[in-house]
């Protein structure tokens, strides 16, 4: 059965970092694109940021410049690294990944990201 485990978030003051890990198992990771999601309290959930399995990478523009999304196959284990945060980043965050099978995805459990002072 395939998992998504994932790791990393917490509380973080405003312009601090933070780097969420998403670890593969049960599934060929080194084929598969790898996408973040987010959702605050009230609104939808949010792409922020997706690697290829190629490693090509693309964001949101609310996280662009900010958020840096990477991979290493040899892990299983997918990344996302948050700087310069703001509060309006706090949210549930999502790693997910897409098949052929399941084209609506495999997704992680969710890990808080709260910023604030």
């Known amino acids: 059965q395939v998992q998504l485990v994932e790791s990393g978030g917490g509380l973080v003051q405003p312009g601090g970092s933070l780097r969420l890990s998403c670890a593969a198992s049960?599934?060929?990771?080194?084929?598969?694109?790898m996408r973040w999601y987010r959702q605050a309290p009230g609104k939808e959930r949010e792409l922020v940021a997706t690697?290829?399995?190629?490693?090509?990478?693309d964001y949101a523009d609310s996280v662009k410049g900010r958020f840096t999304v990477s991979r290493d196959n040899s892990k299983n284990t997918g990344y996302l690294q948050m700087d310069t945060l703001k509060p309006e980043d706090t949210a549930v965050y999502y790693c997910?990944?897409?098949?052929?099978?399941?084209?609506?995805?495999?997704w992680g459990q969710g890990t808080q990201v709260t910023v604030s002072s």
């Open positions: 997910m990944i897409p098949t052929m099978r399941r084209p609506s995805g495999y």
């Open positions: 049960e599934i060929i990771f080194s084929v598969f694109p």
């Open positions: 690697i290829t399995a190629g490693g090509v990478t």
